[in-house]
């Protein structure tokens, strides 16, 4: 028994930017032509309407998973694209352009997360920060099957740098509340035309006989640090190129400090000559303004404790 087949022509449409590469060749439009059945036409349109919202549901996945990095780059922006902008409120506190939202429930990394925010800092570093109902090993356990990193103890931190690309840089860290926030940061290039310097000198006992690292570290953490090595014996120090921010200025002697001893600008409060439990002195921030010098950050005092901001000077990172 013959059968009659009709001449069917299905055109399925879909903006080029909710398209993968792939489809994109189709110049913005996915057009399918078949010859079948009229009663099989309803079933094929349902199976490229979802495989059509499946790639924009790995579309999506790739951003929260920190997988598209042209999105990252983008800030704020590609976030509020991707949720509802009802649950999220919008800040520039010191030059940091930021986004967060909370109670959103994003798949990403196998987990599902509570709150999420995204950042663009005045340094270049773009962040998407995942904060996650879970334990801070589950996520970490979680993240290293998915992407190409292997973290590594940072105080009570946990960092790891992509293998494949030394801009991406994640962070993991507990809240008080208990929840695991993970820090996707993509590193950008600061506008070094506008940057401030702070200048100073080594004055604290024993300085410069072995090989220093100095490094200005920002108070806002949105920022990159910027260090520089001193040669034994040279005490003076310029550090160039910092977007107008608060750093913490510290110096630590990469040899013969088996203490781990700090050295750091600070306020002297008072003479503390044998007192045990006596305070000398605070570490305090410096101002750097755009296009400007800070001169006299002369580095003074050693501790051998001190803000965990301040004790990337040990990791120079």
């Not at 879970?134 to 992407?147: D, T």
Request: aromatic fraction near 6%; include cysteine.
């Amino acid at each position: 028994m013959s059968q009659i087949f009709d001449e069917a022509a299905l055109a399925f449409e879909a903006p080029l930017s909710q398209l993968s590469q792939g489809d994109a060749r189709s110049a913005g439009l996915l057009r399918v032509r078949c010859r079948t059945k009229p009663a099989m036409l309803a079933g094929l349109r349902r199976s490229l309407v979802s495989l059509w919202f499946l790639s924009l549901t790995a579309h999506a996945q790739s951003y929260f998973q920190c997988g598209d990095l042209a999105a990252l780059e983008r800030g704020p922006e590609a976030l509020g694209e991707r949720v509802d902008r009802d649950l999220c409120r919008r800040s520039n506190v010191r030059g940091v352009d930021t986004l967060h939202c909370e109670g959103v429930a994003k798949s990403a990394f196998g987990l599902t997360t509570s709150e999420v925010s995204a950042s663009a800092g005045i340094g270049g570093t773009r962040r998407l920060t995942l904060v996650f109902r879970a334990g801070s090993e589950r996520v970490l356990a979680a993240v290293e099957r998915s992407l190409p990193v292997e973290f590594e103890p940072d105080g009570v931190d946990w960092f790891a740098i992509a293998i494949d690309d030394v801009r991406r840089r994640f962070r993991i860290s507990e809240r008080d509340d208990g929840a695991t926030l993970l820090a996707c940061e993509l590193t950008g290039s600061a506008n070094r035309a506008l940057g401030g310097a702070i200048e100073g000198r080594l004055r604290y006992e024993k300085a410069a006989r072995v090989s220093t690292r100095v490094c200005a570290i920002p108070v806002d953490t949105d920022l990159p640090l910027a260090c520089l090595e001193l040669p034994p014996r040279l005490k003076q120090f310029r550090i160039e190129g910092l977007p107008a921010a608060a750093y913490f200025v510290a110096a630590y002697p990469l040899q013969d400090n088996a203490l781990g001893m700090v050295a750091a600008y600070a306020r002297r409060l008072r003479d503390c000559h044998d007192q045990p439990g006596c305070v000398a002195a605070l570490i305090v921030p410096v101002e750097v303004r755009a296009g400007q010098r800070s001169v006299g950050i002369d580095i003074e005092q050693r501790f051998a404790e001190v803000p965990e901001r301040v004790r990337r000077v040990r990791l120079g990172r």
